[in-house]
Each structure stands twice: as structure tokens, then as C-alpha cells.
């Protein structure tokens, strides 16, 4: 009984064997995976990294491309009205200040030199000195031959509010600004916030 079980047991043995070669042969199957997939995603790596190269590269020859090529103001520092390809100078004044709580600016003449017939007017200015966010637009009102508008804060007394505008870079120290609603025809001026400067011109 016991020679009989000695002998089997080589078959017992063989068995194991067998079991090691499936092992070694799933270890060789699971390395070359890996080896596979880790090849696979270096190169998928590398595809994506080209492939943001390549669109900052188409982004900026569109960038080139869409560089302002149009009319440039002659003077900085002043807004210029934008009329198809010419450019209109705007009047520059200085507002002085009146009333009781000095809220109210008055600006000499009762009408502007620089006039457009645009609803929406366009400004370009080469600011050098001044900066073109800062700028407010105020409708004014004549009165005794002046031009003024009064910033009491309170429209039921005459107060007046900032109207809409919108400023964009060209590139360097060129700005595009834009009067963001319609506007009436009458008299109006740009001006710095907390500046007496005024930038005047009339919608007709």
C-alpha cells in the first residue's frame, strides 16, 4: 500500500509542474502587456503634446493674422471718432466746475466741432498717459451757450449717469472704444474718471 502511493505520487508532482509553466507563461503574458500599455500611453502622450503644440501654433498665426491694420490716431492721448477708414478728432476741453456742492461741469460753446452721425460711435485712442477704462460718456445739456451736465447723483434733479462703453486692445497702446447703447442726437464728451479733461463731439 505504501510502494503504491510513492508511486503515484510522481503524477502528484507532475501535476505541479504543469501549474508552474501556466504561471511562468501568465507572468510573460501580463509583463508584455504592461510593456504594451505603457509603450501605448507614451505615445498617446506624445500625440497630445503635439497636438497642443500644433494649436498654439495655428493660434497664433491667427493671432498675426487678425492684427489691426487700420487708421491710427496722429496725436496720443486723445479719443478720435472712427468713420469707415478716417479718423475725426474729438474737441478736447476742460470742464470747469459749478454749484453749490461743485457737481455740476460746464464746458464753453454750445455745440461741438467734432460731429458724427453715428448712433453708436467708435473712438480709437493711442493711449500714452491716460487710461481708456477709466473713461466715462455723459450726454450734456445747453444752456446759455455752454454745454454742461450735472452729477448730483439724482436724476429726478437733473442728475446725469455714465453711459455704456466697451474697450478693447489693438495691440500696444492702441484702444477701440465703443458706446455700448443708442444714443440720441445732442451733445456729449468722454472724460476721465475723476478728471476734469473732456473729449466732446455731437451725434447729428
Given amino acids: ?67 489691426y491694420a487700420g487708421p491710427v490716431p496722429p496725436k496720443p492721448d486723445i479719443p478720435y471718432l472712427l468713420h469707415a477708414s478716417n479718423l475725426v478728432e ?11 456742492k461743485n457737481d455740476t461741469f460746464l464746458i464753453s460753446g454750445a455745440s461741438s466741432s467734432a460731429k458724427t452721425p453715428l448712433a453708436e460711435p467708435i473712438f480709437l485712442i493711442d493711449a500714452r498717459n491716460i487710461q481708456p477704462e477709466t473713461f466715462e460718456l455723459y450726454r450734456l445739456d445747453v444752456k446759455g451757450g455752454n454745454r454742461e451736465v450735472s452729477l448730483n ?24 472704444v465703443e458706446v455700448d447703447e443708442a444714443l440720441e442726437n445732442g451733445e456729449y464728451a468722454l472724460s476721465p474718471s475723476g478728471d476734469n479733461r473732456a473729449y466732446c463731439f455731437e451725434i447729428y
Fill in 90 to 100: 474729438t474737441e478736447v476741453a476742460d470742464a470747469r466746475q459749478e454749484g453749490k
Fill in 1 to 67: 500500500m505504501l510502494r503504491r502511493f510513492s508511486r503515484g505520487l510522481p503524477v502528484k508532482k507532475f501535476g505541479l509542474g504543469r501549474r508552474s509553466a501556466y504561471e511562468i507563461r501568465s507572468r510573460r503574458t501580463r509583463y508584455w502587456s504592461a510593456h504594451h500599455t505603457a509603450r501605448q500611453k507614451r505615445e498617446n502622450d506624445f500625440i497630445m503634446r503635439s497636438s497642443i503644440a500644433l494649436a498654439l501654433v495655428i493660434a497664433g498665426g491667427l493671432a498675426a493674422a487678425e492684427k
Fill in 153 to 176: 447723483g439724482n436724476r429726478r434733479r437733473g442728475g446725469s449717469h455714465a453711459l455704456h462703453l466697451a474697450v478693447k486692445p489693438l495691440g500696444g497702446h492702441l484702444y477701440r
